[in-house]
């Protein structure tokens, strides 16, 4: 683990389907994440057995969908999924970037 995050020297892991993520620290306790989508890229709802997740829009437009009930998300706008929540996104705009932050880590991001 570093003390620092360095986003010009990491690069994108391509997960497919138009998204991509790039970890940006964690300790054992907490995790963030950032996660870009091309426009239309679907983030199927799904939902954590284990994790408590917050969804800051960094960047673009997202619709959400947590819990069953959709909202447009824009800058500055977040959304709140505790674990066994089910919680998607699909990107309305080119580049949309969400800070993903997951409490605890998501070893499998490591």
Request: overall charge negative; aromatic content about 8%.
């Amino acid at each position: 683990m570093t003390a620092y995050f360095d986003n010009a020297a990491t690069p994108w892991t391509e997960l497919g389907d138009g998204i991509r993520r790039k970890v940006v620290g964690h300790t054992p306790e907490l995790m963030s994440v950032l996660v870009q989508f091309d426009q239309g890229a679907i983030g199927s709802v799904h939902a954590h057995d284990d994790h408590d997740q917050i969804a800051f829009v960094i960047s673009g437009e997202f619709e959400a969908d947590v819990g069953g009930v959709k909202k447009v998300l824009r800058v500055g706008d977040a959304f709140v999924a505790p674990r066994l929540t089910p919680h998607g996104v699909v990107a309305l705009a080119a580049g949309s970037t969400l800070l993903d932050q997951f409490s605890p880590r998501r070893e499998d991001y490591l």
